[in-house]
């Protein structure tokens, strides 16, 4: 299935690592170079994206174990000022992307799934991107309860700066990535590299041309999509929240309480929870930051599959996707 995804043109490269009642398995498919064509390494790094915002979550919700915050706290008790109407958007819809707030990446040149040219080098503070966020009032249509926005996110992580007096990216670090030992995950700040090996990331332009988009700040996603990762740190990761390792079992439980969506999943607090035709359910986060898709999904009986796709010029269909997690959790 891997090497149909690079046949077909899916996919330059593709990175798995799986877990079924009967065994755990990684491999890989494509390769790491176009130019050079050096096979992709199952063990290499990649760049999450969005399944950053799992682990600030994470962090978060120890502080509301540690009784530092609550859920249902507005927002402006922590960061007065700074979020607009706080004291009406609490502490859980920021978290659950329930606080209708607007999408800075939504703004041309301001998203990180987009070819920026020199400016995917470029440094971002916090705050500049809340000032790009909030610079005109959001406008959602009637009856709108959810909207996913990575402006939540660039909250999650000022209130762990507030709350902590340390850098998000600190605390990541220190309460998750070493008591775990995740020694393959980083939070990059503004280092625009990748460990080696990793497996180029490339996108294609309007006018045809494909760029290599492997190098890039990511400040500009921060709290919201800027870690890097490897399968398998990932699988350890979400082997260790769902199990109840990180957070207690009523914080895991208001993590894991989903909100319907539009989207193909429903969203919880930090996670996103997919069910497939055969009624099997998977919880965990997808990522997409230009050159990189990741899905990092588990089952409560303990099957995994977490996937790095460098998209080629016909990126895969859900169906593929779908085929693919029926074979592990169905």
């Known amino acids: 299935m891997l090497d149909d995804l690079v046949k077909t043109k899916a996919a330059t490269a593709v990175l798995l690592r799986v877990r079924t009642a009967n065994g755990e398995w990684s491999g890989a498919a494509g390769v790491s170079d176009v130019r050079t064509g050096r096979p992709a390494d199952p063990s290499g790094y990649f760049r999450i994206g969005s399944v950053t915002k799992t682990f600030a979550a994470t962090v978060l919700l120890q502080l509301v174990d540690e009784g530092r915050l609550r859920l249902d706290d507005p927002v402006a008790e922590h960061l007065p000022g700074v979020v607009p109407g706080g004291e009406h958007i609490t502490v859980r819809q920021i978290l659950q992307h329930t606080s209708l707030l607007r999408d800075f990446m939504s703004d ?4 990180a799934n987009r070819w920026r040219g020199a400016e995917r080098f470029r440094s971002y503070r916090p ?3 809340l000032a790009q966020a909030f610079r005109i009032p959001a406008e959602n249509p009637p009856n709108t309860t959810w909207k996913y926005s990575n402006t939540n996110y660039i909250v999650v992580g000022r209130l762990i700066e507030r709350l902590t007096g340390r850098t998000y990216g600190s605390e990541v670090r220190r309460r998750v990535l070493r ?4 020694t393959q995950t980083s939070v990059p700040g503004n280092d625009p ?4 090996p990793h497996a180029h990331g490339y996108a294609r332009l309007p006018d045809g041309r494909t760029v290599d988009a492997t190098y890039m700040n990511p400040s500009i996603d ?9 399968t398998r740190d990932l699988a350890r990761y979400f082997d260790a ?4 390792r990180l957070l207690s079992p009523a914080t895991l439980t208001a993590m894991r309480t989903v909100h319907p969506t539009d989207e193909g999943f429903a969203y ?13 359910t998977m919880t965990g986060h997808s ?8 899905y990092a999904l588990r089952s409560d009986d303990g099957r995994r599959l977490t996937l790095s796709i460098n998209l080629g010029t016909a990126p895969p269909t859900i169906d593929k996707l779908h085929t693919l997690a029926t074979k592990i959790f169905c």
């Open 127 to 129: 705050d500049q991107l």
């Open 193 to 196: 590299g990748l460990p080696r």
């Open 108 to 111: 041309p040149g301001w998203s």
């Open 287 to 294: 990522g997409q930051l230009i050159g990189y898709t990741t």
């Open 268 to 280: 919880g607090l930090g996670l996103q929870r997919y069910t497939l035709p055969c009624g099997a």
């Open 222 to 230: 921060w709290a919201a999509g800027e870690m890097i990762s490897t």
């Open 179 to 182: 008591p775990l030992h995740l």
């Open 241 to 244: 929240l769902l199990t109840g």
